[in-house]
């Protein structure tokens, strides 16, 4: 079973602008991971936010986490064609890592 | 190899016959997982490997699905007598065996039934 539940489903952007995602989840993890995926095939690590942080960068990522409401948010801000690409939250229980249904960007030039 | 292998990367097989996917992880990582991926969709987790933990098989959605993983190091993942809603992507991750660590995932196996 999944998860994690992104929300929205799929974003449109103008390049420049900044993307939004949520992902809720249900159960107590110990960390929870933001993935990418082009072109349907391997899925490439973004960020790491561990149940104990609230908030974590990496250039233009920031993602927060509230552990109260089990909910995470991911922003890229100022956004690149290349930023097109599919996003899954993951939830780390411990040792199983399930994948949420993610959300589809696509950046307009 | 520095990253994880999977093989084939597409394979095409009739409705009914077995195949087998091999994912080689990369060297010194203990946890090794397999998801299944229709086409649109999320991960689905089919399995999970820890050195010699037994394996979590919780997510094989029937068993004509089995994975081995032979001497903590590569795994292979067997459908038996596939079905035509087998066709999916593949994909298998492994990383190390400490607690917060990121996944590493191969760029899967595409397997169509026809």
């Known amino acids: 079973s999944q998860q994690g539940e992104e929300d929205p489903q799929a974003l449109s952007i103008q390049e420049g602008e900044n993307a939004t995602m949520n992902c809720s989840y249900k159960?107590?993890?110990?960390?929870l991971q933001w993935y990418r995926q082009n072109s349907g095939r391997g899925l490439v690590h973004l960020i790491l936010i561990r149940s104990n942080e609230r908030e974590k960068h990496s250039g233009r990522l920031r993602v927060t986490l509230d552990t109260s409401k089990k909910s995470s948010s991911l922003l890229i801000t100022a956004s690149r064609a290349a930023d097109t690409a599919s996003y899954f939250c993951a939830t780390d229980a411990g040792y199983k890592l399930s994948f949420g249904a993610g959300t589809t960007v696509t950046v307009r030039a | 190899g520095a990253g994880v292998s999977q093989s084939p990367s597409n394979k095409v097989t009739e409705k009914g016959k077995d195949v087998e996917l091999r994912c080689d992880p990369i060297?010194?990582?203990?946890?090794l997982y397999w998801y299944r991926q229709s086409l649109g969709q999320g991960l689905e987790f089919l399995i999970y490997?820890?050195?010699?933990?037994?394996?979590?098989k919780s997510g094989l959605p029937s068993d004509r699905f089995s994975a081995e993983r032979t001497g903590g190091s590569v795994s292979t993942l067997t459908i038996q007598r596939t079905q035509q809603e087998d066709s999916a992507v593949y994909l298998c991750?492994?990383?190390?065996?400490?607690?917060?660590?990121?996944?590493?995932f191969g760029q899967g196996t595409r397997l169509t039934v026809v």
């Open positions: 159960t107590s993890i110990n960390n």
């Open positions: 490997f820890q050195g010699n933990s037994a394996p979590d």
């Open positions: 991750a492994s990383r190390p065996g400490q607690l917060d660590t990121e996944a590493f």
């Open positions: 060297s010194g990582h203990t946890a």
